[in-house]
Nanobody, 119 residues
Framework: VQLQASGGGLVQTGGSLRLTCALS????????MGWYRQAPGKGRELVAA???????NYADSVKGRFTISRDNAKNTVYLQMASAKPEDTAVYYC??????????????WGQGTQVTVSS
């Protein structure tokens, strides 16, 4: 299983950016897909996640600014970032994992993509 993330880069404060992550190598269709981020000197934190049924979960810090969505047919998850702030600067990681009701617990990480918000 591979997760290929793309779309990071430099954006000005108040600007927008879209991250994309494509899952390949698995036929399992019920993964929860999400994005985490890690800023320098800080731990990795959940940004947003979406179930295969479309239920979403957001960190308080991004609610109302970021939107997570997925295309189940393409096994792809997107993170639309808007009204970017300098504190959004971090390496963003794509994540996929089996849902709570499923065993065994399996989780995969993509490579990080750098997002830098200039002030």
């Amino acid at each position: 299983v591979q997760l290929q993330a793309s779309g990071g880069g430099l954006v000005q404060t108040g600007g927008s950016l879209r991250l994309t992550c494509a899952l390949s190598g698995s036929t399992f269709t019920s993964y929860v897909m999400g994005w985490y981020r890690q800023a320098p000197g800080k731990g990795r934190e959940l940004v947003a996640a979406v179930t295969s049924g479309g239920t979403t979960n957001y960190a308080d810090s991004v609610k109302g600014r970021f939107t997570i969505s997925r295309d189940n047919a393409k096994n792809t998850v997107y993170l639309q970032m808007a009204s970017a702030k300098p504190e959004d600067t971090a390496v963003y990681y794509c994540n996929t994992k089996t849902p709570r009701w499923y065993n065994p617990k399996i989780e995969y990480w993509g490579q990080g993509t750098q997002v830098t918000v200039s002030s």
